[in-house]
């Protein structure tokens, strides 16, 4: 049976309700795959996977669900038609491969909840990496596109994906690791434009604690989030954990909306040869301790992203089930 406009904007909210307040985010995708043994140093990184192992995809959304995720992101991050027009795939096979992102995680759901004795809400995000990210240049960490890209390229960019991300039917659509001001403004503007109802989630990166990646103000950029009328959440993503804290009370100042978070290790990526490194600000691998003091201070969707693992998530589980 088809949702309504208004059931489909209250999922996070019944979620959260439903849970008692908090709610898990699932860990790194990219990262569970390359663990299970996939190579993803390419341009497309774990959107390759859609096509040479979806199986494995698969597999990492379930584990995620057992390891206590309520919501999963799907690999569609860096999946976008014109990055897969450029390996020569059709205008119709790349919009296959979108919707395949989505039917994966649906398909670990289904299989989840089949043999799952207490049923429990769990919903499909559908990533929406950046400009950047599609880049393949670590511009989604600078927010950096050059004085050509301007906010109808961006739009221009973003809208057919965006549709056939919707069309597939996810719970909602997570935009993550925005980098910069004019995307922001861009998802929103193709929102409205496009007429979706999906609800939507705008996840920010930032690596000084204060502003989002390229130096554009999070209070801004979080604002002109809050505004839209599709939002439902809005917070920080792969961002190191030691700025988390105040991160999230900047947020609390700018929106009544749930705060999520989902930070990485603390490892800084080197976009050319597509590996992490250990970061000189220090790393936090297990940042499950902080969690309730981030519940506390006004976060409620909590995970893990880039370089985080299962294991991740079962401590942040644990840890908010009021374990050790
Ligand atoms: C979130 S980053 C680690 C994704 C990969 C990056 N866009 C690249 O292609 O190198
Ligand atoms: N959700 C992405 C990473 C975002 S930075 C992934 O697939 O791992
Ligand atoms: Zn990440």
């Known amino acids: 049976m088809d949702r309504t406009t208004e059931e489909k904007s209250n999922v996070v909210e019944e979620l959260l309700r439903e849970n008692g307040g908090w709610a898990v ?15 993803i140093r390419d341009a497309l990184w774990s959107s390759k996977c859609l096509f040479t192992c979806p199986e494995l995809i698969r597999k990492v959304h379930l584990d995620y669900l057992e390891a206590g995720a309520s919501i999963l992101i799907t690999a569609s991050y860096q999946a976008t038609i014109q990055g897969f027009l450029s390996r020569g795939f059709s205008q119709e096979d790349s919009e296959a491969l979108l919707r395949k992102s989505v039917e994966l995680a649906v398909e670990a759901r289904d299989l989840y909840l089949k043999k799952c004795p207490q049923k429990r809400q769990i919903l499909i995000a559908a990533s929406v990496g950046s400009y950047g990210a599609y880049l393949a240049d670590g511009s989604e960490y600078s927010g950096d596109y050059g004085e050509y890209v301007t906010l109808e390229t961006l739009k221009e960019f973003h809208r057919r994906r965006l549709q056939v991300l919707v069309e597939a039917g996810p719970d909602l659509i997570a935009f993550e690791t925005i980098p910069n001001k004019i995307e922001t403004q861009a998802y929103v503007e193709l929102l409205e434009e ?46 190191p954990p030691r700025f988390i804290h105040d991160l999230i009370i900047s947020m609390t100042k700018i929106t009544k909306k749930p705060i999520l978070i989902y930070p990485n290790s603390g490892e800084s990526y080197d976009p050319e040869k597509k590996e992490w490194v250990k970061s000189a600000g220090g790393s936090a691998e297990d940042f499950a301790p902080f969690v309730n003091i981030w519940h506390e201070a006004g976060a409620s969707l909590i995970g893990g992203c880039c370089r985080t693992s299962p294991d991740t998530v079962r401590a942040i589980s644990r840890a908010l089930k009021g374990g050790a």
Do not use: M, Q, R, Y
């Open 25 to 39: 985010i699932d860990g790194g995708l990219a990262t569970e795959l390359e663990s299970n043994g996939a190579d």
């Open 194 to 239: 496009c007429n979706i109802d999906t609800p939507a989630w705008f996840a920010f990166s930032s690596k000084d604690g204060v502003n989002i990646v390229s130096g554009d103000s999070l209070v801004e950029c979080g604002s002109i989030a809050d505004s839209c009328h599709n939002c439902v959440a809005i917070g920080i993503n792969c961002t």
